[in-house]
């Protein structure tokens, strides 16, 4: 960062170093695993405004499908996915690809609000599983608007928490395939715990449970269809595993 070397730099460290006053220059010098040399790309530092949910159409021979990518699980995905979701109708889609790869989560209420829209009223989507007393049982709200159209659910490495949670819930439920790689493995509660000088201990006090009673902390999801790109795929910004979920859904 600046010429200076970050191997012995903390993330917050690295953080700090990074950002700045917007409108000012930062250089990155990056190494890529499976390179000889290293580049440097300059950056002009500004506030970074990234859309929870953004979507596209494919045509896909005489089949219109609504690819919705969600990158986080926020306060603006309610809104957005809504307005996805309205479009897809109004466009007449006959298929939904939802994007989750790389998608490390986010709010719990979110992911159920997501699910609603295949699953009927009342559905589990997930449970709260706690050492001690009755696990929390979290249903679905019923919107029902995407109920009967043939959805692909994409998973990557970095589909987490509630990504996974909505996966796990259309998967289980039957009405969605998942293509792509096995997911984080991300289905724990934490709480924080404060300690005496201004400390704290964070400690696990639940996990999550899909609908068909698969502990999602750890194990992750595993696809029905595994596509992993290869180095070549990554270089020439090919994407099989969504060429394949085009493939698969107009099937």
């Given at each position: 960062?600046?010429?200076?070397p970050t191997t012995d730099w903390s993330t917050e460290l690295a953080a700090q170093k990074i950002r700045g006053q917007r409108g000012t220059e930062v250089t990155l010098?990056?190494?890529?695993?499976?390179?000889?040399?290293?580049f440097d790309?300059?950056?002009?530092?500004?506030?970074?405004?990234?859309?929870?949910?953004?979507?596209?159409?494919k045509q896909v021979g005489d089949k219109n499908i609504a690819v919705i990518k969600l990158s986080r699980f926020g306060e603006d995905t309610k809104p957005l996915f809504l307005q996805a979701v309205t479009e897809a109708k109004a466009r007449g889609a006959q298929g939904i690809i939802l994007d989750l790869r790389n998608d490390p989560g986010g709010y719990l209420e979110t992911a159920v609000e997501v699910a609603s829209y295949w699953l009927p009223?009342?559905?589990?989507?997930?449970?709260?599983?706690?050492?001690?007393?009755?696990?929390?049982l979290y249903n679905s709200y019923g919107y029902e608007q995407l109920v009967g159209l043939k959805t692909i659910v994409l998973i990557n490495g970095g589909s987490?928490?509630?990504?996974?949670?909505?996966?796990?819930?259309?998967?289980?439920?039957?009405?969605?395939?998942?293509?792509?790689?096995?997911?984080?493995?991300k289905g724990s509660v934490q709480e924080l715990i404060d300690l005496p000088e201004g400390g704290a201990v964070k400690v696990t006090v639940a996990r999550w449970i899909t609908p068909g009673g698969k502990n999602l902390n750890k194990e992750g999801l595993v696809?029905?269809?595994?596509?992993?790109?290869?180095?070549?795929?990554?270089n020439n910004n090919k994407d099989p595993q969504l060429d394949k979920a085009l493939e698969e859904i107009v099937k």
């Amino acid at each position: 960062v600046n010429g200076e070397p970050t191997t012995d730099w903390s993330t917050e460290l690295a953080a700090q170093k990074i950002r700045g006053q917007r409108g000012t220059e930062v250089t990155l010098t990056i190494y890529r695993q499976g390179q000889d040399k290293t580049f440097d790309v300059r950056i002009i530092r500004d506030k970074i405004e990234v859309k929870s949910v953004k979507w596209e159409f494919k045509q896909v021979g005489d089949k219109n499908i609504a690819v919705i990518k969600l990158s986080r699980f926020g306060e603006d995905t309610k809104p957005l996915f809504l307005q996805a979701v309205t479009e897809a109708k109004a466009r007449g889609a006959q298929g939904i690809i939802l994007d989750l790869r790389n998608d490390p989560g986010g709010y719990l209420e979110t992911a159920v609000e997501v699910a609603s829209y295949w699953l009927p009223k009342n559905t589990l989507v997930v449970k709260e599983e706690h050492s001690s007393g009755e696990p929390i049982l979290y249903n679905s709200y019923g919107y029902e608007q995407l109920v009967g159209l043939k959805t692909i659910v994409l998973i990557n490495g970095g589909s987490a928490s509630a990504s996974e949670i909505v996966a796990g819930a259309l998967k289980d439920h039957g009405v969605a395939q998942l293509i792509g790689e096995k997911s984080f493995g991300k289905g724990s509660v934490q709480e924080l715990i404060d300690l005496p000088e201004g400390g704290a201990v964070k400690v696990t006090v639940a996990r999550w449970i899909t609908p068909g009673g698969k502990n999602l902390n750890k194990e992750g999801l595993v696809p029905d269809i595994e596509i992993i790109p290869t180095e070549d795929d990554i270089n020439n910004n090919k994407d099989p595993q969504l060429d394949k979920a085009l493939e698969e859904i107009v099937k």
